[in-house]
């Protein structure tokens, strides 16, 4: 049964009403940083939009065999800063990436085969691994850790900081067995990429402002800058079986992904230490 | 305290089939070897010919098929043998005492391990009516097929290695070949066409059966 849009919007409200009845439930609690204090602790969510300046995707069909997208949504779902002292921190962010999917432009694996071979050839069978059965799940998933500086009065903050991590995502392996169509010749075809699940080291640099909006809660708005190197080659294998005969030619995905960002979120303050003079 | 003497010494044959009987299933065949070994022999053949013209064959629609699409459905029966050693067992249980036992056993009968009595030594099929130009009526035409196997193809010549390799289920003893035809008739010559088929078993007993003649259509 689907889901109705008042269950689906029911998790992101549930937070927020943990949230404000945590900081507004207990006044004491609630109160804002005294004037030589500040929040050593801030924690967080957002959703953003990233905006690829060099892609992943070559228009090649084994595009369709990656688990990424260089255009993505991001839900950030947890941000976690620990302020050494008034200024420098570090912080640690996880966010699942969404592939944006859109129709007509993003035909699925299949769509596309069925495009090249299906005037010519009969489509006998269609495997691949059974680990990689969720083929069109583009989802994956970025870590951040990093230092963070801190610029901030009473209402305002502004973050800066510098991240390192990892970008995780899946690729599918699949092996097409095609039969010519009024003939008795059979022919396999091979999409084959050594590597199933891989990380790749992830550069970030970027800010996060926020206004306090009530108590402890901040509004924030994002923005980043993203850098990483996918390292990885599709060979695709197509064999004649009557013949005998095979050709193959290769599909490099080796190359710089730089990204911006953009995103939006709610930040928590609290765990108050004094400044020291 | 004399009739427990005797339950016990009666007891005793019962017991040690039992405990002979309780192999563990999972070292099977070494254990047991002779009463789970069964071999297979290749007992009947027949062909059929087949439209390839589809994804999958079939038989034809009717009495023509185009020439690039056809091919022979190659049946292969093939029938358990059981060995001296296991018949010789199964009396030994019919008349004595240990039959009871079998109550009690933990024999495991779907893990027979069967073993070719016989195997293929070459196949052959012939064309009954002129082919081409180098096939006259009588001639061997083996090599104009390819044998679809494990989503290959393979010359006819390979086909004994897959028979043999094919392990023989009790359940459905018939193994299917599909032998495509790679290499059209000449067109010139009248379309209706048969094959013959000829096995040799390492036994010296020879499987032959005939197509039905059919129109390769060009």
């Known amino acids: 049964m689907k889901p109705s849009a008042d269950k689906i919007a029911l998790p992101g409200l549930k937070i927020l009403a943990i949230i404000i009845l945590f900081t507004t439930g207990n006044s004491s609690a609630a109160a804002q940083p005294l004037e030589n204090e500040y929040p050593a602790t801030y924690i967080g969510f957002s959703y953003g939009y990233s905006i690829p300046l060099t892609t992943l995707e070559t228009g090649e069909i084994t595009d369709q065999l990656i688990g990424f997208r260089s255009r993505f949504d991001y839900a950030r779902y947890f941000s976690g800063t620990k302020f050494l002292n008034e200024r420098l921190g570090l912080n640690y962010h996880w966010q699942r990436c969404y592939a944006q999917e859109r129709s007509g432009q993003d035909a699925s694996f299949y769509d596309l085969l069925t495009q090249q071979y299906n005037s010519d050839y009969f489509f006998i069978a269609y495997e691949t691994p059974e680990k990689d059965n969720n083929l069109y799940n583009r989802d994956f998933s970025q870590g951040y850790i990093g230092l963070v500086y801190r610029v901030a009065n009473e209402r305002f903050f502004l973050l800066p900081q510098l991240s390192l991590g990892y970008t995780t995502f899946y690729t599918t392996n699949v092996t097409l067995r095609l039969k010519e169509k009024n003939s008795n010749r059979y022919h396999t075809v091979e999409y084959k990429n050594d590597k199933y699940q891989d990380s790749y080291f992830t550069a970030a640099y970027g800010a996060r402002a926020g206004v306090r909006v009530i108590n402890r809660i901040h509004f924030t708005i994002e923005c980043g800058y993203t850098w990483f190197r996918p390292d990885f080659t599709y060979t695709i294998n197509q064999n004649d079986l009557v013949e005998g005969t095979s050709s193959s030619r290769e599909v490099s995905y080796t190359r710089n992904l730089h990204s911006l960002s953009v995103g939006f979120g709610l930040t928590y303050e609290f765990d108050y230490n004094t400044i020291d003079n | ?218």
């Not at chain 2, 022979?72 to 059981?82: G, K, P, S, T, Y």
Request: aromatic fraction near 12%.
């Open chain 2, 1 to 218: 305290m004399k009739i427990k003497k005797i339950t016990i010494v009666l007891m005793v044959p019962v017991i040690i089939e039992l405990m002979i009987a309780c192999c563990n299933c999972d070292d099977y065949p070494f254990n047991n070897y002779y009463e789970h070994h069964a071999f297979f022999s290749h007992s009947e053949m027949l062909a059929y010919s087949i439209d390839n013209s589809g994804p999958f064959s079939q038989l034809p629609l009717n009495d023509s098929v185009n020439a690039n699409t056809y091919g022979i459905r190659i049946i292969l029966d093939r029938q358990e043998v059981i060995p001296e050693e296991n018949q010789q067992l199964a009396l030994l249980r019919s008349v004595s005492l240990m039959q009871s036992a079998y109550a009690f056993s933990c024999y495991c009968p779907n893990e027979v391990f069967f073993e070719p009595a016989d195997w293929i030594d070459s196949i052959h099929i012939t064309t009954i009516n002129e082919f081409d130009a180098f096939h006259p009526a009588g001639s061997e035409v083996s090599d104009y097929f390819l044998v679809l196997r494990w989503g290959d193809m393979v010359p006819l010549d390979q086909l004994p290695d897959y028979v043999i390799n094919t392990p023989f289920d009790p359940e459905d003893k018939t193994l299917e070949i599909n032998a495509l035809l790679m290499n059209a008739p000449d067109p010139d010559l009248p379309e209706n066409h048969a094959f013959n088929l000829e096995i040799y078993l390492s036994d010296g007993r020879i499987l032959q059966t005939e197509t039905e003649e059919i129109t390769l259509a060009q």
